[in-house]
């Protein structure tokens, strides 16, 4: 059985999910996105991925700045929608657009709640070392992610595992698990858990703030907060080369057991510069430099003036 289905989604990661439920041939009668934003040199606006890509099927696209007012919430309810899909959307929904469809109101969410509602669950997960997470399809309710799960598909992560790949995969699996939810809907047969009242935490979103390394914390967390906020935006240093200070990017790393000052060079040989942190260290394997590409650390060491005993802040 097709659905009438309204699709509210903004980034790349909401993508996937859209293209699956439209080649399942089912009807999605628009879509709401993000406004376009000024982007590149010349600050031109740009639409969304989930906006290019709706436009690409012939999806009518709406892009309010805000779901409060009573017209907003009247067009969204002229729609006559089965359901609403919402993937990253980037706006909370009010009480009205939750209820104004048939059945509600399905969300992407990329945790295991109730660990890591809220903004950004792929960083935080990697960031504090979990061993694995989950893509799930949870009914929408006015609290911040607290509505009862539908479906869940776990993923390990790995030691290495960047936020970027761990996004990748889990946005992948995504569409293909909200397919099979919305088929189980239409036969009146998905089924929700209401979440478990421990174990909730919160994964607010990311600040300029906390991007800079610091070299005072153990290896492990060192690393982990280098992977966490790799591609983007990025965890960074400074460091000072051939008299230069530069703030360097940091997006690939390796614990060692070398130890050391705090942010003290403990070697220049092999693949990338090791570097102490509280214990242990880490080494630098991909590294980027500012306003060119990203690098292996071998090649980095090639152009760098770096030298054991240097000290990175």
């Known amino acids: 059985m097709t659905l009438r289905i309204i699709f509210m989604g903004t980034p790349e990661f909401s993508v996937p999910t859209l293209m699956e439920i439209v080649g399942q041939g089912h009807e999605v009668v628009a879509c709401y996105s993000q406004p376009p934003r000024p982007a590149g040199r010349g600050m031109d606006l740009k639409k969304s991925p989930v906006h290019e ?5 012939g999806i009518p696209v709406f892009t309010p700045t805000s779901l409060k007012g009573a017209d907003e919430q009247q067009q969204f309810a002229d729609l006559d929608a089965d359901v609403a899909v919402v993937v990253a959307y980037g706006l909370l929904l009010p009480k009205a657009i939750l209820e104004a469809p048939r059945e509600g109101c399905l969300n992407l969410h990329a945790s295991i709640l109730p660990r890591w509602r809220g903004a950004a669950p792929i960083n935080r997960a990697v960031m504090a070392g979990d061993k694995e997470t989950a893509i799930q399809v949870m009914r929408m309710e006015q609290g911040l992610d607290t509505g009862p799960v539908c479906m869940s598909e776990t993923v390990a992560i790995g030691d290495n595992t960047t936020a970027g790949e761990l996004h990748d995969q889990l946005s992948g699996l995504g569409g293909d698990l909200m397919v099979r939810a919305l088929a ?8 929700e858990t209401p979440q478990a009242e421990d174990g909730v935490t919160y994964a607010s979103k990311l600040s300029k703030d906390e991007t800079r ?3 005072s914390e153990p290896a492990p967390a060192v690393h982990n907060h280098i ?3 790799s591609p983007f935006p990025g965890a960074w240093c400074e460091m000072n080369l051939g008299g230069k200070v530069e703030r360097i990017k940091i997006l690939r790393s390796q614990v060692e057991a070398a130890s050391g000052t705090p942010g003290e060079v403990l070697s220049v040989d092999g693949n990338g510069p090791v570097v102490a942190c509280a214990e242990a260290s880490v080494r630098l394997v991909q590294v980027q430099r500012a306003g060119k590409k990203a690098v292996g650390g071998e090649d980095f060491l090639r ?3 770096l030298a054991v005993g240097d000290q990175l802040i």
Do not use: D, H, P, Y
Not at 184 to 191: D, E, K, P, Q, V
């Open 53 to 57: 890509a709706a436009e690409s099927f």
């Open 184 to 191: 189980a809907l239409s036969r009146g047969a998905l089924t």
């Open 213 to 215: 390394i610091n070299w």
């Open 227 to 229: 992977r966490g906020l």
């Open 303 to 305: 152009g760098a003036k």
